[in-house]
């Protein structure tokens, strides 16, 4: 079972295409939303794949973390996109670089904000991805440059790349204006996050793409 975790806004592009992608996940993984204010959003012990989905703030952000706490914790698949790429930060900060982090938008006056307002804001905005060489992410999307979608206005402030490096966090692909744009895990079976959002597209085309399509795969090994 693979755990969409996040608040569900109809009214949001990005969570209609994140229903169009549930739709044409293989219907073994049994995908679907979990609101993180639910009773469901604390327990993960049936999740074979976790993936954290853009819509911040979170209605209860305790309950992101603790699911990325979880992944990190069992070796559960974990993609994040978006808000879900910022809280796994928030959390990678805390957890492996023993930084008192903290989210800019719920924690504006805080002394860390790893993740801190990008001085472009990207709410509709496409950029190139430029994958790192090496890394998983090469491997997964290959390494062309390609068009990514943003709907954000927060991502890894400059300040805390080398701190999170040193503590064993990989970036896995950049993007000229908009700084990292995804972050891996080399010591898990499948950590994967992202500032783009890999499923915009899936309600036209149909098509997963590479990043959705690894985390299903990573989520589905015995």
Avoid: K
Wanted: charged share 20%.
């Amino acid at each position: 079972m693979i755990v969409a975790l996040g608040d569900r806004d109809p009214e949001y592009l990005t969570h209609r295409e994140i229903d169009a992608a549930l739709e044409l996940f293989p219907l073994a993984t049994e995908a679907h939303w979990v609101a993180t204010d639910s009773a469901e959003a604390h327990d993960f012990d049936a999740a074979s794949g976790i993936w954290l989905l853009p819509g911040t703030p979170y209605r209860d952000a305790d309950a992101a973390f603790a699911a990325i706490r979880h992944c990190l914790g069992t070796g559960t698949a974990f993609l994040g996109t978006c808000g879900g790429f910022q809280h796994a930060l928030v959390e990678l900060a805390r957890t492996r670089a023993g930084i008192d982090a903290a989210h800019e938008e719920s924690d504006p006056g805080a002394a860390a904000p790893v993740v801190s307002r990008l001085a472009c804001t990207l709410y509709g905005e496409v950029r190139t991805v430029t994958p790192v060489p090496g890394t998983r992410f090469a491997e997964i999307c290959g390494l062309e440059p390609f068009e990514g979608f943003h709907w954000c206005g927060y991502g890894l402030d400059p300040a805390y790349v080398e701190p999170l490096e040193r503590a064993g966090v990989v970036v896995g692909a950049t993007a000229e204006d908009a700084g990292v744009e995804a972050i891996e895990l080399p010591d898990h079976p499948f950590f994967l996050a992202t500032a783009f959002q890999p499923q915009v597209g899936a309600g036209t085309t149909r098509d997963l793409g590479s990043v959705l399509e690894a985390f299903i795969a990573a989520a589905s090994a015995p």
